[in-house]
């Protein structure tokens, strides 16, 4: 099936080749369709699956350019999605004149009424900014025609459902509704009960969110050792572009401060940041000069980086479909992923609930040893050192630098350079947190050799698949080692 199947018109068939769409996805192909014909449509679907096109090309196509009123309202969760969903429905909206605006909270409410007095048609926002301009009447929606629920079960998940109600209840009752959300709890069905007519149902199965281009590994290990056992293997392997996911906005702070401690270009990104800081570590991650995002999975919804060569799940998620939308970060536009997570022997039977949802079976992967971890530090540090002689006038320091090798042998001074470099010395604690609960039968862990080494500035772990990584650029920089220990403050 292709685009011209769906019932498009000619000039947004235009724009989905004009923004590089190939073929629909399995989202893309059962909703547009569902949608062109007016039916409400609850889908269940993931991030990474195509479904902002899937409900915005209706959309763009229903709407009428020339009606200064709202006629579609997107909500979502965060501030992240909804910026990455009004830039796609505006992307593929331009030629159309098709007009599309973003509110969400923690940014100048002043100028988001400004923006909306230019009439745009598409407004898409989080539920509580969108209150607050329905209360303000700045924002009127009783000439919505179109209205879609993005990532409801995460919506319902941080509390936001009674929000979300009010918001229904200020649209026209002939309304037309898309629900889409990764999983479908009660809550979540009982709000398609209420709001929508007749709902068709679209479910995109678990093979088609996970991918072939991902390799899948696990390792299993002690909660208090998964730190030391991630750098080791990032120093192994050298991942370009990676996101780290933690369980907690806590274990976030801690295990980003310990990356920076350990000289690792890293930041932490969570809700209770606030969005100017929010959007500097996003456009700090884009621009290569953060190379280790550690996010929560709330955090991480509407991060839409590409190049992400590697994700590591520092904690297993407890839901199984959290762990497909972790990794659909990486392995995407052809090129290939690895995906790591970390494991504690109790925990063991969520790993295989993931399998069995994932019809994936996950490889073993034996830690390096920390001669191993070393050895590829120096590898990274000796390419450090050209660079950095390459660049240095060395006339400016001809003296001192005598007058050093005058007093110690030339091999200790580099030596001590170096270890220097290495940063491995710097101790890190990590605030131990309860294994999730046993769901019943650990599985049998099996054991698995490990190889890494460099290829084209990536990684290759050798299992039973191969992976090629592409280089995304940007180089890890190592900082000064002092002692650095993370404590509870609870």
Request: aromatic share 6%; charged share 25%.
């Amino acid at each position: 099936m292709n685009f011209q199947d769906l019932g498009l018109s000619d000039s947004l068939l235009a724009a989905v080749a004009a923004n590089g769409y190939t073929e629909p996805t399995a989202i893309q192909a059962q909703t547009i369709p569902l949608t062109l014909n007016g039916d409400d449509v609850l889908g269940q679907a993931q991030t990474g699956t195509g479904k902002t096109a899937a409900f915005a090309l209706p959309i763009l196509q229903g709407i009428d350019v020339n009606d200064p009123n709202v006629q579609a309202l997107v909500i979502s969760p965060t501030r992240e999605l909804a910026i990455q969903t009004q830039r796609e429905i505006q992307k593929l909206g331009k030629a159309e004149g098709a007009r599309a605006q973003v509110v969400y909270g923690g940014s100048d409410i002043r100028k988001q009424i400004y923006d909306l007095k230019k009439k745009p048609q598409i407004i898409v926002g989080t539920p509580g900014r969108l209150l607050d301009h329905i209360q303000r009447r700045t924002l009127k929606l009783d000439h919505v025609r179109f209205l879609v629920l993005d990532e409801a079960d995460e919506m319902l998940n941080m509390g936001f459902l009674e929000d979300i109600e009010k918001i229904i209840k200020q649209t026209p009752s002939d309304r037309q509704t898309m629900l889409f959300s990764a999983t479908m709890p009660d809550p979540i069905k009982r709000v398609g009960v209420q709001f929508m007519t007749d709902p068709k149902q679209v479910k995109v199965k678990a093979k088609e969110l996970t991918t072939d281009l991902v390799d899948q590994y696990y390792v299993k290990v002690r909660d208090n050792e998964k730190f030391d056992t991630m750098t080791r293997l990032f120093d192994v392997n050298q991942p370009k572009v990676t996101i780290i996911f933690c369980r907690t906005k806590r274990r976030v702070d801690e295990v980003a401060k310990g990356l920076v401690a350990r000289g690792y270009q890293a930041a932490g990104l969570h809700g209770d940041l606030t969005q100017n800081r929010r959007t500097q570590i996003m456009n700090e991650f884009k621009r290569d000069q953060i190379n280790y995002l550690v996010a929560t999975d709330v955090a991480a919804r509407g991060i839409d980086v590409s190049g992400v060569t590697h994700v590591y799940n520092f904690d297993v998620p407890q839901d199984p479909e959290s762990y497909v939308h972790r990794i659909g970060r990486t392995g995407r536009a052809g090129h290939h992923g690895v995906s790591v997570t970390f494991v504690t022997p109790s925990e063991m039977s969520y790993l295989r609930g993931i399998e069995k949802l994932t019809k994936v079976r996950m490889l073993p992967l034996k830690p390096p040893t920390a001669d191993e971890a070393l050895a590829g530090q120096l590898q990274f540090a000796e390419a450090d050192v050209a660079k950095l002689v390459k660049k240095t006038d060395t006339s400016r320091f001809a003296d001192v630098a005598n007058d050093l090798l005058a007093q110690y042998d030339s091999v200790d001074i580099v030596a001590a350079f170096l270890n220097e470099l290495s940063g491995d010395q710097v101790q890190v604690h990590i605030t131990p947190e309860r294994p999730l609960k046993n769901r019943g039968g650990h599985g049998n862990g099996r054991r698995g050799n490990y190889r890494g080494n460099r290829r084209n500035g990536g990684s290759n772990y050798r299992g039973n698949r191969r992976t090629d990584h592409h280089d995304r650029g940007g180089d890890r920089k190592r900082s000064r080692k002092n002692n650095f220990v993370i404590k509870d403050k609870h």
